[in-house]
């Protein structure tokens, strides 16, 4: 399964290429890519203006039939807006919320991430 992500400071890469998985970069010059195959999606929190490359990305053409799952990355500080970007396209977009990790995450993390994918298929 394909992991589609996008970082802005660089904490969200480092976790997902410890997932040693097929990814693909968002960017606001890649956002209205199509993709025809299962993938889930790794984000970071930030504001809506920031994160709405993905919701351009998952609203492209089939995205949305393809997507099996969202993880999130963040900062335990930020209290309940913890992992709020990926809770939010969870609840939007009607797709299981996988796993929230702080910053780059853990080998704990990693493993449950993992895990997940594998019981999608």
């Not at 089939?62 to 970007?85: D, E, M, P």
């Not at 977009?93 to 929230?100: E, F, M, N, R």
């Amino acid at each position: 399964m394909k992991v589609v992500f996008m970082s802005l400071t660089g904490q969200t890469r480092k976790f997902v290429n410890k997932l040693n998985m097929e990814t693909i970069e968002l960017t606001a010059e890649n956002a209205f890519r199509t993709i025809a195959e299962p993938f889930i999606i790794v984000t970071p929190t930030y504001d809506k203006e920031v994160t709405d490359i993905l919701v351009d990305f998952i609203e492209t053409g089939q995205n949305r039939t393809f997507c099996k799952g969202v993880a999130g990355g963040g900062n335990l500080n930020f209290g309940k807006l913890f992992g709020f970007t990926a809770k939010d396209l969870a609840r939007d977009y009607g797709i299981p919320l996988l796993h929230l990790f702080e910053f780059q995450g853990n080998e704990k993390d990693i493993q449950i991430l993992k895990e997940k994918v594998t019981e999608l298929g």
